[in-house]
């Protein structure tokens, strides 16, 4: 576990180019890239001992290879994804700063992901979570080289929803029909409800922060199954929305002492945990699953 450096993903991406869509799929290794957001070195129980809300994802340390000085190649979300993605660092790539929820561009087109070459080899290409790598046009991730997405466009405190977390100062819900305009606050999103992306179509608007997690945790299984059973090697990238604040973690209350952050801990890890159960009954003992963070 730890956070990707481009070299690792120019590699993978290296070894496949080579391989052809017509080439038998057959036999190829599945790729499972769990990245999450701002976690911290001591959110997990490999790490610091004190930690107890994560046991899945110790357990996945301590049967797999853990690497404890590995590093992003920026500390915001977009030029750490951007470089994920294409092995090449935010001077090469473009990619220097976040997008906003007002940015026009993206990740620069003439960047080819791993998911384009993947895809090109053979492989079912799924993406699931946060993209912020941009949403208008072709910057959207289904014309990047995934087959399917399910997410966020960017991150989910960049704009209003109906379940605000419990970052603080909380930012209100979105405003309803009718009712008087709020003041704005310049901590907050107001003027547009976050949206969920089911490939190109808002399947939700405003998104529910509440039931996000189990959301991603369903369609990630879905892929991974639909995949299996077309018999194709597939690679999905699952960019979660924790640690990053607002926090929204289902009812009932959290009941130990670390409060909303050690629920939000322990719902991440359940997450993981449901993805490795699936990929180990349909990935067929040939699934490398990567479990990484980044700041931003």
Avoid at 156 to 166: F, L, V
Wanted: glycine fraction near 10%.
């Amino acid at each position: 576990m730890g956070t990707p450096f481009p070299w690792a993903v120019l590699v993978l991406a290296a070894a496949l180019v080579g391989l052809s869509a017509p080439r038998a799929a057959y036999g190829l290794p599945n790729f499972i890239v769990i990245l999450a957001d701002d976690v911290g070195w001591g959110d997990l129980g490999a790490n610091w001992a004190e930690t107890k809300e994560t046991p899945h994802l110790d357990e996945l340390a301590a049967e797999g290879t853990r690497f404890v000085d590995f590093h992003s190649a920026a500390s915001t979300c977009s030029p750490s994804r951007a470089s994920l993605l294409t092995g090449r660092l935010g001077a090469r790539n473009g990619v220097t700063h976040n997008f906003a929820v007002t940015s026009v561009g993206g990740l620069p087109l003439n960047e080819t992901t791993l998911a384009e070459v993947l895809r090109e080899a053979g492989y079912s290409t799924g993406a699931i979570g946060k993209w912020h790598l941009g949403h208008h046009r072709h910057h959207h991730p289904s014309f990047r080289g995934f087959d399917y997405y399910f997410g966020i466009p960017y991150s989910h405190d960049m704009g209003c929803t109906d379940t605000p977390g419990y970052n603080l100062p909380p930012c209100p819900p979105c405003p309803r029909h009718g009712a008087a305009a709020r003041v704005a606050r310049k901590d907050c999103y107001t003027e547009v409800a976050l949206p969920l992306f089911e490939n190109i179509t808002i399947v939700q608007q405003p998104v529910n922060l509440s039931s996000l997690a189990a959301r991603y945790a369903e369609e990630a299984a879905r892929f991974i199954r639909r995949a299996s059973d077309s018999g194709r090697p597939f690679f999905l990238y699952l960019a979660l929305a924790h640690m990053h604040v607002p926090l929204g973690v289902p009812p009932p209350p959290p009941a130990s002492g670390r409060g909303i952050y050690g629920a939000s801990l322990s719902e991440m890890d359940a997450l993981v945990g449901r993805i490795k159960q699936v990929a180990d009954s349909h990935g067929k003992g040939n699934t490398l699953l990567w479990f990484t963070g980044t700041a931003g």
